[in-house]
């Protein structure tokens, strides 16, 4: 009796779970309802954003020149693609490395390197990580010294620096014009310096010079407002009447002197200083510009295209506007400079560097 009443229990507890449809067992559609742990980690991969990571030298990021004019073309690309963007500001040579490598670990798409000096640890970064694009601002690699995902933004600086002393000589009064430069360690600033010499004598060749390199090494040359504005400052004393400062927070402080002085003209560099330094705007004719920001973000779009350039890529430079001296300097000049600069670029005119 007992055997027949646990059968018809038995025979009754399957007729409901059929009748229900087996709904004792979950069914997939709960499961999408009720992600796992699994689904959620993999939601965030779909939907990563593309991250930029910029590191500087030991120049600070807002010196109102070089390593500004990187991080703001960052920032473009970052707010055209949707992006992040990031930077680290190193404060000893020995951090390159360890500085890179916290963008690499925090998988950023695309790493900047500011600068000459860190060539070395940005192509050490580049061959173990082929996934990441890297950008090596003024760090030219020759045939074969870089990987493919390796690009170095560079520029003609001696074309830049060839127009500025063309309007320097032109300017003059004096006949004597100065240049307030970072280390001549970094082969960017000799081009601007040989540049701007070249620009002055073809343009009045018994011209004089008073140009004077730091003394320091790369981590202290481009971080030095109060030498820029002593070495400036002799130089004007001595009779120069128009001063080319070339060296990030040192050439800073040689505008700011110049700015002081009645009678003298000063050419900023790297980008529009005019917008940069307000307190040059008394002497600052002009700046000899690389258009560093505009390079810098096509870059960074090149490479989320997936048609990152390997090897050098060219940017562009020129001459500031004139802005508030606008009406001192001679419409023959402007068309001259004008002319100038486009024989400079499609090399009708050689600036005879390194030649």
């Known amino acids: 009796m007992k055997r027949v009443v646990l059968y018809l229990t038995l025979v ?22 009720a992600p796992t742990a ?15 990571g910029v590191v500087t030298d ?18 473009m690309a970052a707010k055209v693609l949707g992006g992040k963007a990031d930077y680290i500001e190193t404060q000893s040579a020995t951090d390159y490395a360890t500085n ?20 070395g640890a940005t192509v050490e970064a580049a061959k173990k990580h082929p996934e990441i694009s890297f950008i090596g601002v003024d760090q030219f690699y020759g045939p074969g010294e870089a990987p493919k995902n390796v690009a170095g933004l560079v520029f003609h600086e001696d074309q830049a620096g060839y127009l500025a002393g063309v309007l320097a000589a032109s300017m003059t009064k004096s006949n004597t014009i100065a240049a307030v430069l970072g280390t001549d360690l970094v082969p960017p600033v000799v081009a601007f310096k040989e540049g701007y010499e070249l620009g002055a004598k073809a343009t009045k060749p018994d011209i004089k010079f008073i140009s004077t390199y730091h003394p320091g090494g790369i981590d202290v040359a481009f971080t030095d407002p109060e030498w820029g504005a002593a070495t400036t400052a002799q130089a004007i004393d001595q009779g120069a009447d128009v001063v080319f400062a070339a060296g990030g927070k040192t050439g800073n402080g040689g505008l700011a ?12 560099v790297d980008t529009d200083q005019w917008l940069t330094v307000p307190e040059a705007h008394p002497c600052l ?38 802005h508030d001296f606008e009406g001192q300097v001679p419409a023959e000049l402007k068309s001259k400079l004008e002319k100038l600069a486009t024989d400079l670029k499609d090399g009708t005119v050689k600036t005879g560097y390194g030649q």
């Open 285 to 322: 004719i002009s700046s000899a510009m690389k258009l560093i920001d505009k390079a810098t973000a096509e870059l960074i779009q090149l490479a989320h295209d997936g048609k990152f350039p390997s090897g050098n890529y060219f940017g562009t430079v020129g001459l500031a506007p004139f």
């Open 100 to 119: 890179i490598g916290e963008f690499v670990d925090d998988g950023y798409n695309v790493i900047i390197t500011v600068g000459f000096a860190l060539a």
């Open 257 to 268: 002197e110049a700015a002081q002085r009645k009678g003298v003209y000063c050419i900023g």
């Open 38 to 52: 699994e689904t959620k980690t993999e939601k965030p991969a779909a939907t990563s954003e593309f991250k930029i």
């Open 12 to 33: 009754t507890t399957l007729l409901l779970v059929a009748a229900c449809g087996g709904a004792a067992q979950p069914t997939p559609e709960k499961k999408a309802d």
């Open 58 to 75: 030991v120049g600070e990021i807002d010196d109102k020149s070089f390593n500004q004019s990187t991080w703001e073309g960052a920032e």
